[in-house]
């Protein structure tokens, strides 16, 4: 059975660092891997998407790396705002079109 | 955008009760999910719809059925409510996209059962 691993659980950053929230997965046999984040008490919003063909993804200041061989994802936050503060998480698709299978988040809260 | 609407944001409800969790979607997707989210297990599916009427069980149904009558709707049901089943569901529907399921979630509801 897949599980996805998320660590650290949190994480405090000063403004400006650059940081890297880990993912990993069992199952490496993954159709794609995707990462949220998720503001308290809300639902989730989509950031990127990883297809299993493909090595990385990047949007703005976020860069989401995939390595299925050793059933491992990263996603790097350049230049961390306060903004960023949020929980994070990442999620594995085994087959097409299948529910996905979410890692418990990273909570990152970065201060000003 | 795609929305997910979730009719209510928070509910109280004694034991033993029965509560209705709607969603609905307004980008006439196929697929739709309900999560539970609780703090330290994370994000887990209770069931998934693939179509109108179709219904698959996820990780943790017990306690929960669904309904799907409609294709933009997608009901959780809590036929007898238990203060085990107080947490944050989410529900989200999804497109394929180059063979990838792209989700969108709602906002979530907070349910307390006393």
């Known amino acids: 059975k897949q599980e996805v691993t998320q660590i650290p659980a949190a994480l405090s950053v000063p403004e400006g660092e650059n940081l890297v929230l880990n993912c990993s997965f069992t199952d490496s046999a993954i159709y794609n891997l995707q990462w949220f984040r998720q503001d308290p008490g809300k639902g989730l919003t989509s950031l990127l998407l990883i297809q299993s063909s493909q090595r990385e993804q990047t949007s703005g200041r976020l860069n989401a790396s995939l390595d299925k061989s050793s059933g491992r994802s990263t996603l790097y936050i350049a230049a961390s705002q306060p903004g960023d503060s949020a929980t994070y998480l990442c999620?594995?698709?085994?087959?097409?079109?299948?529910?996905?299978?979410f890692g418990k988040g990273t909570t990152l809260s970065v201060s000003s | 955008d795609v929305k997910v609407t979730q009719s209510s944001r928070y509910l109280v409800k004694r034991t033993g009760e029965k509560v209705f969790l709607e969603c609905v979607q307004d980008?006439?997707?196929?697929?739709m999910f309900w999560y539970r989210q609780d703090p330290g297990l994370g994000l887990r599916l209770i069931y998934f719809s693939y179509d109108v009427k179709m219904k698959e069980k996820g990780d943790i149904p017990e306690g929960y059925s669904v309904s799907r009558e409609k294709k933009e709707r997608f009901s959780l049901i809590l036929e007898s409510a238990s203060t085990n089943q107080t947490s944050m569901y989410l529900c989200?529907?999804?497109?394929?996209?180059?063979?990838?399921?792209?989700?969108?979630f709602g906002a979530g509801s907070r349910l307390t059962v006393l």
């Open positions: 980008m006439d997707h196929e697929n």
């Open positions: 999620a594995v698709e085994n087959q097409a079109g299948t529910a996905l299978i």
């Open positions: 989200a529907s999804s497109r394929i996209s180059s063979g990838a399921n792209v989700l969108t």
